[in-house]
């Protein structure tokens, strides 16, 4: 299995976001965590988060988020 993680813009209502999610059927186990947008961009760079596709979406939400 792999981890995705995703970021939400400041002042989004995350507040259903947090569980487990996924198909059954499928054996998903998909957990959901909430987490600021700061703390995001600084596991990117202390090792808490590692794989490339996620640091460049955080970053570039970091980059962007003003234009959102």
């Known amino acids: 299995g792999g981890v ?3 970021a939400a813009p400041e002042g989004a209502d995350l507040s ?3 569980g ?3 198909l059954a059927h499928e054996h998903e ?5 909430a987490v600021p947008l ?5 596991a ?3 090792g808490r988060i ?3 596709k996620t640091m460049l979406m955080i970053q570039w939400l970091a ?5 959102l």
């Open 16 to 18: 259903a976001a947090g």
């Open 50 to 52: 590692r794989d490339a």
């Open 20 to 22: 487990i999610h996924g």
């Open 4 to 6: 995705f993680r995703a």
């Open 38 to 42: 700061d703390e995001a961009l600084a």
């Open 63 to 67: 980059i962007n988020k003003s234009k």
């Open 29 to 33: 186990d998909i957990r959901a965590v």
């Open 44 to 46: 990117t760079t202390d």
